[in-house]
């Protein structure tokens, strides 16, 4: 399917723009007039309008005079599709190559997967890379103000429903360029619109279906048919781009799926541990930044698969033991990977990731181990409420030794995620993506929580004090680096996050010690003690057994010291997804491949192309890659079954 852009801004070697539909057209001896050709035309004899968002009037004309002459033929609701964003004069050639350089020199790090050759300016990418390049352009525009930025992502939701949508384009940059725009997805008006989500399981399934996340085939191991109707890759440089951009997808996709307990479409395979090995010899330093976030990312995988959230919407509990089994070994790897990733390759995106990557393990072994799928949104996403006199999830924690523990490491990763959020300059903090401003209020709502905790538990009231939480030492840092960053330009995210701040956490932290200062915990503290007296409560404690001595409860004073580390020795990044250590402990969730998974790869990228181009393979393909007739069905040639037209 062409791209719906002019024709001096297409590349006619881009493997991108192959498409299905035009090899079973060829199949078929059909020949139609290019959708460039059609474009223009329709644009002289349909288009009222030189602005995408402007939109036609549906209701139909008010009298026959005003009718069209052709009213038959499919128009374009969004406008016209032949000039894009510079053609229209909404930003300049030359601010477009500022915003390019904005990219490449501060926002790169926070998306290393989306790699623009150095040698490319603004407009070979608008040429080549349509899609991403209005991605790029609006995500490097939100230093600029709302005004400017939020009509280049407006521009490119409209891209991508004209490319995407309508017409069933599928591409790499298009994958690309819907990771740039989660990374820098502007906000909207109300929480329902919300789209991240969507957008990420939309990039996924279009990866599957191009077969990106397949190992590609060579044209011997394909029938003749299919070949035309497949996307080719020609170069190494171009199967290198394939995999980081896998690579990149299954990053994202497997964080969403991990953090909001929802399914992942795009599993961890043999194909991307190929990928890995490969970009492992990149010399590009986002390259290297891509794998460490990879295998960041997997050991937090791993540790999620070996609790159970591999099936996130059944509610199970673990017993103690094997709770601290697994705490243990992944606290281990996660220190091993932090020792291992050199100081060039370790961004500030990574050591928030690594932060909250812990803090998210050890908020399920603050809560026992217990999973509740109807409880989970109201135990983590959001705050206790004041207003009712029912037992919050928030004060029904035992006082076991392993959740005394974690509640203090999920302390300690809160203050981390914190302190490396109030280094960020505000020149920074304009341009950052909203993971940053996401990571740093979720460390709020831990703290908030936990101080809830603690005035409504007596017992817990012991161990911790507010004091050392610094509740509202850290909110106030927060919401003054944020209001600051909104700038006279008014950016974007610093905006909505100011708001969020200002209507959601402080407001709730005013209420809360009006709360404390009525003495209306008292209440809660009540019944906290008579629901720990109830049968149900008494098996929240279990008893540690097989010698594993359980971690000794720490001190109100020993939030004030830094966790314990393992002695700083270099060590190499592990080069499988299974990060091979020397476990004391047998690791329940390594993922260990097949023999032939195990095969030595190929040690130059040339190799795999000595029997020619290779070819982006979807084993479930609507006409199975070409071996069905366009139309046509599985069982055309047997004709109906039973007579009946099924």
Request: net charge negative; aromatic share 8%; with cysteine.
């Amino acid at each position: 399917m062409q791209s719906l852009i002019k024709g001096s801004n297409r590349s006619p070697g881009a493997s991108d723009h192959e498409s299905a539909d035009e090899g079973s057209e060829r199949d078929n001896g059909e020949e139609e007039p290019s959708p460039l050709a059609s474009q223009r035309h329709e644009s002289i004899t349909t288009t009222t309008s030189t602005f995408t968002h402007q939109w036609p009037n549906v209701l139909g004309p008010k009298s026959p005079r005003e009718a069209p002459a052709n009213n038959c033929g499919p128009k374009d609701l969004l406008g016209p599709v032949v000039d894009d964003i510079i053609d229209r004069g909404v930003i300049s050639q030359e601010f477009a190559e500022e915003l390019l350089n904005i990219w490449r020199n501060e926002l790169v790090a926070a998306s290393p997967g989306i790699y623009v050759p150095k040698d490319w300016s603004a407009a070979q990418l608008r040429e080549k890379k349509p899609s991403l390049f209005h991605a790029i352009m609006a995500a490097a525009a939100q230093s600029r103000g709302s005004a400017l930025s939020d009509k280049l992502h407006e521009e490119a939701v409209y891209y991508y429903a004209r490319t995407a949508f309508i017409n069933g384009e599928k591409s790499v940059q298009t994958i690309q360029a819907l990771l740039v725009t989660v990374a820098f997805y502007s906000p909207p008006k109300t929480p329902g619109q919300l789209q991240i989500y969507q957008w990420v399981n939309m990039a996924a399934s279009m990866a599957l279906e191009l077969g990106l996340a397949s190992k590609p085939r060579t044209h011997e191991q394909l029938p003749k048919r299919a070949i035309r109707s497949l996307q080719k890759i020609s170069s190494p440089e171009e199967l290198l781009e394939h995999c980081r951009t896998v690579l990149y997808l299954y990053v994202v996709c497997a964080g969403f799926s991990m953090r909001l307990k929802r399914p992942n479409i795009l599993l961890f395979n043999s194909w991307m541990e190929e990928c890995l090995n490969m970009l492992e010899k990149s010399p590009l330093q986002a390259d290297q930044r891509t794998l460490a976030w990879l295998k960041l990312q997997r050991i937090a995988d791993e540790a999620n698969t070996a609790f159970g959230f591999d099936d996130a919407s059944t509610s199970f509990s673990l017993s103690e033991l094997r709770l601290q089994m697994i705490l243990r070994i992944f606290e281990r790897r996660m220190h091993d990977w932090k020792k291992s990733v050199p100081k060039d390759v370790l961004t500030f995106t990574l050591k928030l990731e690594y932060h909250q990557n812990m803090l998210s393990m050890w908020e399920f072994g603050m809560d026992g181990g217990r999973y509740d799928v109807t409880e989970f949104r109201n135990r983590h996403l959001t705050l206790p409420a004041l207003d009712d006199d029912s037992v919050q999830p928030e004060s029904l924690l035992s006082r076991s030794p392993l959740q005394i523990n974690a509640t203090t490491k999920c302390i300690i990763e809160a203050h981390a995620i914190l302190e490396c959020f109030a280094g960020i300059s505000k020149d920074t903090l304009q341009k950052a993506p909203n993971l940053i401003f996401v990571r740093a209020i979720y460390a709020l709502v831990v703290l908030m929580k936990a101080d809830y905790a603690v005035g409504t538990d007596p017992e817990m009231g012991e161990i911790l004090d507010s004091q050392s939480l610094k509740v509202d030492h850290y909110l106030k840092t927060v919401h003054g680096k944020t209001e600051e960053a909104v700038g006279p330009q008014k950016c974007r995210m610093p905006t909505h996050w100011t708001f969020v701040l200002e209507q959601k956490l402080m407001t709730w932290r005013d209420e809360y010690l009006a709360w404390r200062r009525e003495g209306r915990h008292l209440k809660r503290r009540k019944m906290n003690d008579d629901t720990a007296r109830s049968p149900t409560a008494a098996g929240d404690t279990l008893p540690t057994q097989l010698g594993d001595k359980p971690p000794p409860i720490p001190d109100k004073h020993d939030l004030a010291r830094p966790l314990p580390q393992p002695p700083q020795q270099p060590a190499p990044l592990p080069a499988s997804s299974a990060f091979t250590t020397t476990n004391t402990i047998p690791d329940p969730f390594a993922w260990t491949p097949t023999p032939e998974q195990q095969q030595a790869f190929a040690p130059d990228m040339g190799d795999f192309f000595q029997n020619g181009d290779l070819y982006l393979w979807n084993d479930v393909d609507q006409n199975f890659g070409g071996w069905i007739p366009q139309g046509g069905s599985l069982y055309t040639e047997f004709g109906p079954f039973n007579g009946q037209g099924y």
